[in-house]
Antibody, heavy 115, light 108 residues
Framework: VQLEQSGAEVKKPGESLKISCKAS????????IAWVRQKPGKGLEWMGI????????RYSPSFEGQVTMSVDKSINTAYLEWSSLKASDSAVYYC?????????WGQGTRVTVSS | DIVLMQSPGTLSLSPGERATLSCRAS???????LAWYQQKPGQPPRLLIFGASRRATGLPSRFSGSGSGTDFTLTINKLEPDDFAMYYCLQYGDSAWTFGQGTQVEVK
């Protein structure tokens, strides 16, 4: 199982953004993918989880309405999207495979939002 | 949401000593779906323990997890230099998963 995330992003407040997490080494549609945020110098925050098989998505109440999770089954890729970024969205975002708990993690995507 | 409180915030120990980390939940964690992670600077978290007490593949036996319900413990016997890091617990039994705030294990 491997998860390869897209590269670092620098954006301005109000801009949109979609980051990706490409899965390999297992049946993509059969396992949930979670997203986790880590702000600079802070702890881990669970954002939500999506089932690629039918796009069933569960958001943390803290992130509901703030981000959108989606998948493209044809290319084994999960996405995390913002329609209007804020400075407070600056963080490293990880995707993780739901096997035994979250057992395999992507390398992280650093998102910097600054004017 | 289930709130996880980790203690202590920082644990200062010497190599060879035992580390005992606590994770206390505000409500019962269903089916003991509690995991422990190790994280080092600039790296993603690494799964250590799942199901409260089951070691991840390849994890040295000096790491062990215990507990049930609302009280869980991660024990690291005979600390090695590579073990000094941040540790987080995660509950994944509720519809909204949550992490603890972390315990830093540092060299005394």
């Amino acid at each position: 199982v491997q998860l390869e995330q897209s590269g670092a992003e620098v954006k301005k407040p109000g801009e949109s953004l979609k980051i990706s997490c490409k899965a390999s080494g297992y049946m993509f549609i059969g396992n949930w993918i979670a997203w986790v945020r880590q702000k600079p110098g802070k702890g881990l925050e669970w954002m939500g989880i999506i089932y690629p098989g039918d796009s069933d998505t569960r958001y943390s109440p803290s992130f509901e309405g703030q981000v959108t999770m989606s998948v493209d089954k044809s290319i084994n890729t999960a996405y995390l999207e913002w329609s209007s970024l804020k400075a407070s969205d600056s963080a490293v975002y990880y995707c993780a495979h739901r096997g035994a708990a979250l057992d395999v993690w992507g390398q992280g995507t650093r998102v910097t939002v600054s004017s | 949401d289930i709130v996880l409180m980790q203690s202590p915030g920082t644990l200062s120990l010497s190599p060879g000593e035992r580390a005992t980390l606590s994770c206390r939940a505000s409500q019962n964690v269903d089916s003991d779906w509690l995991a422990w992670y190790q994280q080092k600077p600039g790296q993603p978290p690494r799964l250590l323990i799942f199901g409260a007490s089951r070691r991840a593949t390849g994890l040295p036996s000096r790491f062990s997890g215990s507990g049930s319900g609302t009280d869980f413990t991660l024990t690291i016997n005979k600390l090695e230099p590579d073990d000094f890091a941040m540790y987080y617990c995660l509950q994944y039994g509720d519809s909204a998963w949550t992490f603890g705030q972390g315990t830093q294990v540092e060299v005394k």
